[in-house]
């Protein structure tokens, strides 16, 4: 099993471009996780999906921020426009029938927004 | 929304010594408990969890320990050796919902 994969493990991007970050869960897992860590806040929620379909994006801090689970192995999370502020580590996880078994973290990406 | 509190946020110990790292929550639903290590620039990993039908976990040198009617759980490291150095977190949710996780604790162990 490759486990939770993360794409690209690194991004430095001007400050109004679009960040594409991209998560393909572990085959088989049903819920899938968006999380933003700093050192300030911490690991927050931003959005998960339960069988592709977003079931909490309370998280998700502005509308400069989305997310899409077109089918069961691919995830994606946008920023557009992208601002200093938005840097951090960004996590994905996914879990099989909700966290019975606990989370599988992706590598994370770390963008950078400058 | 679940809320959960984590203490302290950095704790320093000797090689050999005990740790104990304390956590909170707010909703009492919460029945489930794990607890991650990150190791710097690495990924959080799973090292231990609790459900609410339990009071006491114990793997190896790790313990975990959780009472509900106070909504607190704790970590509990012995003989701590410096590869147990990295940031834990405690975390809270159920089935169905998001873990909420706490801030973090920096462990560090001197040899």
């Known amino acids: 099993d490759a486990g939770v994969i993360q794409s690209p493990r690194h991004e430095v991007t001007e400050m109004g471009q679009e960040v594409t970050l991209r998560c393909k869960p572990i085959s088989g897992h049903d819920y899938l996780f968006w999380y933003r860590q700093t050192m300030m806040r911490g690991l ?5 999906f339960n069988n592709n379909v977003p079931i909490d994006d309370s998280g ?4 400069r921020f989305s997310a899409k689970m077109p089918n069961a192995s691919f ?3 946008k920023i557009q426009p992208s601002e200093p502020r938005d ?28 | 929304g679940e809320n959960v509190e984590q203490h302290p946020s950095t704790l320093s110990v000797q090689e050999g010594d005990s740790a104990v790292i304390k956590c909170t929550y707010s909703d009492s639903a919460s029945n489930y408990f794990p607890w991650y290590k990150q190791e710097l620039g690495k ?6 969890d609790i459900r609410s039908n339990v009071g006491e976990k114990k793997d190896q040198r790790i313990a975990v320990t959780l009472n509900k009617t106070a909504k607190h759980f704790s970590l509990h490291i012995t003989e701590t050796q410096p590869e147990d150095s990295a940031v834990y ?14 801030k973090g ?3 560090s162990v001197s040899s």
């Open chain 1, 44 to 48: 927050e929620l931003l959005i998960y």
């Open chain 1, 60 to 63: 998700m801090p502005e509308d």
């Open chain 1, 75 to 77: 995830s994606t999370l």
């Open chain 1, 87 to 114: 840097s951090a580590v960004y996590f994905c996880a996914s879990s099989r029938t909700g966290f019975i078994y606990g989370y599988t973290f992706g590598s994370g990406t770390r963008l950078t927004v400058v």
């Open chain 2, 43 to 48: 990924r959080p990993q799973l090292i231990i």
């Open chain 2, 89 to 102: 977190f405690c975390a809270a949710g159920q089935a169905g919902t998001a873990l909420i996780f706490g």
């Open chain 2, 105 to 107: 604790t920096t462990l």
